[in-house]
């Protein structure tokens, strides 16, 4: 189905849930099937047209949504999700949305995914950049689950065509799957199909192929406005959570099962709120809640809520769209910057951070729009593969900080992206403004996507952005782009780039 620029639905398809980002692409292919994936990028191909790919549009940057994009190839409507038996794998197509995934697996089989909250990120772009959710640190990264891809490719005679690369392939196919594997979507082609199974599964049932979520969890929440928390306690509190982490990072640690987070809000939209959630059936659950407590909130004059138990779906479903601001809300402008962190913020970090949260000459009053989240998307069984195991190198880290900034009106962009760099950049400053690979930290994550790290202005660490990224993954990757995908045809601002490929329009 191809939708051009009088169809009343264009104006729809053009732009994603960051409504900072907007093309004019002389049309937009509604994909059905991989066939019809095909046969667009041939098309495409053949006359020339720069592409670029959409699942579900939830990208924070321009990497689908830009002036140079001709043909969009929208998955959206390829969202069926079954059991393969020939696989003994999940086959799940690139447009299916993490809601829908979580019920389909979960009533069908009783089985799930550790992806992400929110529920209409589309599973292309989520599965190949990593995925993390709530419940990673006991299952690990969606990409480590990904058992094989269908991904349309153009080879070096500009012939667009269908492969399938598994893990158990070996050669040029094994590194397309590895590559697929937490480089991120618009790389090297258009993976139509993922088969999803976890590492040592056995047998053929479908209950055993993927993880089983926990029957129940235990949810205990809290919040401290900004006048009882001073520079002091602020402090103690981001630095006791830190340290809890870092006890707890390697697999198979007491606190696997548990996912912590702080959501640090401007002071203008509230006060700081703690989410925690652990799996009821693993022993001793409530004393392993109670120790995070405890340790979290020691000298904070922080008192969690007693704790709730909860139907896990129920619970994950509330929680999908329990902040409206950040998670449902697609008419919002935003951008986001991480950090995967391995050791805590220090006093001057958290000088910084406190600073910047409680200015008064800023605001965004809506409740989470300025928002530093803090926590649980790394370690455990996160940490169980090594970091040339995929794509995806953060491998060692702790915790992650993920900033997240988001507004209306676009008058306001020099504003908002002011603050959020500033935020950013003095709590990194020491290392040129980004989080540097080394000691302290582990880069960022390409579901993340900061454009600002190509401008030298503003990342002033000297170290380019694929780093940040990919770390020493980089060089397999280039060599994989040249072998998949030798005329640059899938690119976007952070997509790999191969050096001495012909960047042809």
């Given at each position: 189905?191809?939708?051009?620029?009088?169809?009343?639905?264009?104006?729809?398809?053009?732009?994603?849930?960051?409504?900072?980002?907007?093309?004019?692409?002389?049309?937009?292919?509604?994909?059905?099937?991989?066939?019809?994936?095909l046969?667009?990028?041939?098309?495409?191909?053949?006359?020339?047209?720069?592409?670029?790919?959409?699942?579900?549009?939830h990208?924070?940057?321009?990497?689908?949504?830009?002036?140079?994009?001709?043909?969009?190839?929208?998955?959206?409507?390829?969202?069926?999700?079954?059991?393969?038996?020939?696989?003994t794998?999940?086959?799940?197509?690139?447009?299916?949305?993490?809601?829908?995934?979580?019920?389909?697996?979960?009533?069908?089989?009783?089985?799930?995914?550790?992806?992400?909250?929110?529920?209409?990120?589309?599973?292309?772009?989520?599965?190949?950049?990593?995925?993390?959710?709530?419940?990673?640190?006991?299952?690990?990264?969606?990409?480590?689950?990904?058992?094989?891809?269908?991904?349309?490719?153009?080879?070096?005679?500009?012939?667009?065509?269908?492969?399938?690369?598994?893990?158990?392939?070996?050669?040029?196919?094994?590194?397309l799957?590895?590559?697929?594997?937490?480089?991120?979507?618009?790389?090297?082609?258009?993976?139509?199909?993922?088969?999803?199974?976890?590492?040592?599964?056995?047998?053929?049932?479908?209950?055993?192929?993927?993880?089983?979520?926990?029957?129940?969890?235990?949810?205990?929440?809290?919040?401290?406005?900004w006048?009882?928390?001073?520079?002091?306690?602020?402090?103690?509190?981001?630095?006791n959570?830190?340290?809890?982490?870092?006890?707890?990072?390697?697999?198979?640690?007491?606190?696997?099962?548990?996912?912590?987070?702080?959501?640090?809000?401007?002071?203008?939209?509230?006060?700081?709120?703690?989410l925690?959630?652990?799996?009821?059936?693993?022993?001793?659950?409530?004393?392993?809640?109670?120790?995070?407590?405890?340790?979290?909130?020691?000298?904070t004059?922080?008192?969690?809520?007693?704790?709730?138990?909860?139907?896990?779906?129920?619970?994950?479903?509330?929680?999908?769209t329990?902040?409206?601001?950040?998670?449902?809300?697609?008419?919002?402008?935003?951008?986001?910057?991480?950090?995967?962190?391995?050791?805590?913020?220090?006093?001057?970090?958290?000088?910084a951070i406190?600073?910047h949260?409680?200015?008064?000459?800023?605001?965004?009053?809506?409740?989470?729009?300025?928002?530093?989240?803090?926590?649980?998307?790394?370690?455990?069984?996160?940490?169980?593969?090594?970091?040339?195991?995929?794509?995806?190198?953060?491998?060692?880290?702790?915790?992650?900080?993920?900033?997240?900034?988001?507004?209306?009106?676009?008058?306001?962009?020099?504003?908002?992206?002011?603050?959020?760099?500033?935020?950013?950049?003095?709590?990194?400053?020491?290392?040129?403004?980004y989080?540097?690979?080394?000691?302290?930290?582990?880069?960022?994550?390409?579901?993340?996507?900061?454009?600002?790290?190509?401008?030298?202005?503003i990342?002033?660490?000297g170290?380019?952005?694929h780093?940040?990224?990919?770390?020493?993954?980089?060089?397999?990757?280039?060599?994989?782009?040249?072998?998949?995908?030798p005329?640059?045809?899938?690119?976007h601002?952070?997509?790999?780039?191969?050096?001495?490929?012909?960047n042809?329009?």
């Amino acid at each position: 189905m191809t939708v051009r620029p009088e169809d009343q639905r264009y104006s729809e398809l053009v732009s994603g849930f960051n409504r900072r980002w907007r093309s004019e692409p002389e049309y937009v292919r509604l994909a059905g099937s991989t066939e019809q994936v095909l046969r667009a990028v041939q098309e495409a191909v053949d006359a020339g047209k720069r592409l670029s790919v959409r699942s579900g549009g939830h990208s924070y940057a321009n990497l689908v949504y830009h002036k140079d994009v001709d043909v969009i190839v929208d998955l959206s409507m390829m969202n069926k999700i079954y059991f393969d038996p020939h696989r003994t794998a999940f086959a799940i197509e690139s447009g299916a949305k993490l809601g829908q995934i979580y019920v389909e697996l979960f009533r069908g089989w009783g089985v799930t995914l550790p992806g992400g909250v929110c529920p209409d990120v589309g599973i292309g772009g989520h599965a190949q950049g990593g995925g993390h959710g709530l419940l990673s640190r006991q299952f690990g990264n969606v990409c480590d689950l990904i058992e094989a891809v269908e991904i349309v490719v153009v080879d070096r005679h500009r012939k667009a065509r269908v492969v399938v690369a598994s893990r158990q392939d070996s050669g040029d196919l094994r590194d397309l799957w590895w590559a697929c594997s937490g480089a991120g979507g618009g790389n090297f082609g258009i993976v139509t199909k993922f088969w999803f199974r976890k590492l040592g599964a056995s047998g053929c049932l479908p209950s055993a192929q993927l993880p089983q979520p926990p029957q129940e969890v235990l949810i205990s929440t809290a919040f401290a406005p900004w006048e009882q928390l001073d520079q002091a306690r602020f402090t103690r509190l981001v630095r006791n959570q830190a340290q809890w982490y870092m006890e707890n990072r390697e697999p198979g640690s007491q606190g696997e099962a548990l996912c912590g987070l702080l959501f640090v809000q401007h002071a203008s939209g509230g006060g700081i709120g703690m989410l925690t959630q652990v799996d009821a059936s693993v022993p001793h659950a409530e004393k392993v809640l109670n120790d995070y407590l405890t340790a979290v909130t020691a000298n904070t004059g922080i008192t969690p809520l007693p704790y709730r138990r909860l139907p896990w779906l129920a619970s994950t479903e509330t929680i999908d769209t329990s902040n409206p601001t950040v998670m449902t809300n697609a008419t919002l402008r935003g951008a986001v910057k991480e950090a995967y962190m391995k050791q805590a913020f220090t006093e001057e970090q958290c000088a910084a951070i406190y600073r910047h949260m409680t200015r008064s000459d800023y605001a965004n009053p809506a409740p989470g729009a300025s928002l530093l989240q803090l926590g649980a998307m790394a370690g455990g069984q996160m940490n169980a593969l090594a970091s040339g195991d995929r794509a995806l190198m953060q491998r060692n880290s702790s915790y992650v900080a993920l900033w997240s900034t988001f507004w209306a009106d676009a008058a306001e962009d020099d504003k908002h992206l002011g603050w959020t760099r500033e935020i950013y950049g003095d709590t990194f400053a020491s290392t040129g403004g980004y989080p540097v690979p080394g000691d302290r930290y582990e880069g960022s994550n390409i579901n993340s996507p900061d454009p600002d790290m190509l401008d030298p202005d503003i990342n002033r660490s000297g170290v380019p952005w694929h780093t940040f990224y990919f770390g020493e993954n980089y060089p397999r990757l280039q060599r994989t782009k040249v072998r998949w995908d030798p005329d640059n045809v899938f690119r976007h601002a952070l997509s790999v780039n191969a050096g001495a490929v012909v960047n042809a329009r």
